[in-house]
């Protein structure tokens, strides 16, 4: 297979799916985070807290205390991919990660996520 053939291949596969959490061994805290592909956002979230520029101050901070070593990415629910190529899962990973920040409750002194507010 040529190149441009293994990159239309890639390309076209799915990443894994679903919900994880970023977890603070020290102080038990967690970050719930849904992605359509969880390798690649596990990367970014890492990248972020290396280089001191994660949105999420309060991990930010805890992070820069505690060390990299105190911190474990967890994948706790994946989707399953669907027969339409074309098919958006975003509605789905958005109920997900609802039904686990309802079940976790990563809120205040047990997690880093914000309650989302309703318009």
Known sequence: MDKKALRKQYKETLQPMGVFKIRNKV???ILVINSNNIPGRINRETFQLDMGSH???DLQKDYREFGKDNFVFEIIDQLKPKEDPAYNYSDDLEVLEAMWLDKLQPYGDK???ERKTTK
């Open 27 to 29: 102080n038990g805290k």
């Open 55 to 57: 949105p999420n101050t």
């Open 111 to 113: 997690g880093y996520n």
